[in-house]
């Protein structure tokens, strides 16, 4: 995720290097004033853009199951195996594409359990190996478009969240779902920097993430999930830009109000809660229409240009959970 050269600079340093800590306190409001600036320079401002306010409820979704199944199926080219697991995001690993896969054989990822707690009946814990026994696991190949204008083919394995979720009985108040990163500054060097208000955060809507296209996926190219990319379990919603795709999850909680997000935090005027992949919705500093396709053999910097496709092509899966939203407003 690229960031504003004005706050790139300020972001760099890290905090754990401030060693004074007025020094510290004094960098921290550098970064507060530069984030201020930043949100209220006109370039960047978004018209009807209040992320304080909550979205309208959701519009009932009328889900055509043979249109679900569709969904998991595409016959586009795949990425590259080694372009998936080489050109990552992992800010806990370091902001640079190839940092994560340099950098994570770190993380341990057994034993893992995610404590899942909030709006639900039976809050408790969700126990990886006990998951993976428990439901079956699937194949998914999802086209996945980054924010910054490249896109993937992906063959995901995992098992959709929603199976899991009714697990827990979440009550009429859980309106969305909270998800957590591991946040381990030992494990992850990543995290003694100041680049993002750690741990990393997403949340979807509860109809989003009842979704059968919203997986939670432990795999992919048939293989466990390495670090790199999120192992042992990561967020994929294939119609949103994949910065929703949580990483190394450790917590779900149901919740009543929208939740706070990770790049919604840091940048608001740039990153929606929602973040559905829209090409008629730019991102203030670069348009949204277009996306480079890597797969197959395209090289990472001169794969070809496509034209991007409303929520990323699943729209016959997913228009209908957002029946009566202006897109633009929540964007
Ligand atoms: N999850 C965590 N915990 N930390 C991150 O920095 N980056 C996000 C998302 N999930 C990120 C994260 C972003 S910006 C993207 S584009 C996707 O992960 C990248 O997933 P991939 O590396 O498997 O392609």
């Known amino acids: ?32 004033r530069l984030l201020g600036a930043l949100a209220s320079a006109p370039a960047f401002a ?37 372009d998936a697991t080489t050109y990552n995001n992992f800010y806990e690993f370091g902001t640079g594409k190839a940092d994560p896969a340099n950098a994570a054989k770190t993380l341990r990822t057994r034993p893992w359990s995610v404590a899942v707690s909030g709006e639900c009946a039976k809050p408790g814990t969700l126990d990886l190996d006990a998951l993976l026994k428990g439901l079956t696991v699937e194949e998914r190949i999802y086209r996945m478009r980054c924010v910054e ?9 995992g098992v959709p969240l929603g199976e899991v979720l009714k697990r827990f009985e979440p009550t009429s108040k859980a309106k969305y779902v909270a998800f957590t990163s591991l946040a381990d500054p030992e494990q992850m060097p990543g995290v003694r920097y100041d680049s993002i208000d750690w741990p990393y955060r997403e949340g979807l809507r509860i109809d989003e993430a009842m979704h059968p296209l ?30 929703k795709g949580i990483k190394s999850i450790v917590e779900i909680r149901f919740v009543e109000a929208l939740p706070a997000t990770a ?33 197959g053999s395209a090289s990472k910097l001169f794969a070809e240009r496509i034209p991007t496709r409303l929520f990323n092509g699943y729209a016959d899966q997913v228009a209908d959970l957002y029946t009566g939203m202006d897109l633009r407003q929540w964007f």
């Not at 905090?15 to 550098?30: C, L, M, P, T």
């Not at 992320?51 to 959701?58: E, K, L, S, V, W």
Request: aromatic share 10%.
């Open 46 to 82: 978004l018209a009807g853009c209040d992320t304080a306010a909550p979205p309208p409820p959701a519009a009932r979704a009328k889900l055509d199951p043979a249109l679900v199944a569709r969904g998991f199926a595409t016959d586009e080219e795949p990425t590259r195996y080694e």
């Open 263 to 295: 790049w919604n935090q840091l940048q608001p005027q740039e990153y929606g809660f929602f973040s559905n992949v829209n090409p008629d919705v730019d991102h203030p500093r670069w348009s949204q229409a277009s996306e480079r396709r890597i797969a």
């Open 149 to 157: 204008g490249w896109s993937m083919v992906i063959p995901w394995l």
């Open 1 to 32: 995720m690229p960031l504003d050269p004005r706050l790139r600079a300020a972001l760099r340093i890290p905090a754990a290097e401030i060693a004074d800590e007025s020094a510290y306190r004094a960098f921290r409001g550098e970064r507060r």
């Open 214 to 243: 919203t997986l939670l996926a432990t795999g992919l190219y048939g293989k466990t999930l390495p670090q790199q990319n999120g192992a042992p379990l990561r967020l994929v919603v294939p119609w949103k830009y994949g910065f």
